[in-house]
């Protein structure tokens, strides 16, 4: 055992799942576009959880499709 997942509980550097997440893979989503990432895509939230929109524009109201679910964010597209 390391001295990391003695200290945080495992799973990585800091205990690595965080949690249930606010949205699933696959799953559509109503939401509104606030910041943009360093990339350029989109950022978005769903109950403070970030997801990052590719082609996603700060002040766009849009319907996306969730891509990916990490332990800290998610990924999603736009649904045309």
């Known amino acids: 055992m390391s001295y990391g997942e003695r200290r945080f509980g495992g799973g990585?550097?800091?205990?690595?799942n965080f949690g249930p997440k606010p949205v699933e893979t696959g799953k559509e989503y109503d939401v509104q576009i606030t910041e943009t990432s360093r990339q350029g895509d989109g950022i978005?939230?769903?109950q403070g959880f970030v997801i990052f929109v590719k082609n996603g524009k700060v002040g766009?109201?849009?319907k996306i499709r969730v891509t990916n679910v990490g332990a800290r964010?998610?990924?999603?597209?736009?649904?045309q």
Request: charged share 15%; hydrophobic share 45%.
């Open 12 to 16: 990585g550097r800091f205990g690595g």
């Open 73 to 79: 964010f998610a990924t999603a597209e736009l649904v």
């Open 44 to 46: 978005a939230r769903v």
């Open 60 to 62: 766009q109201t849009s």
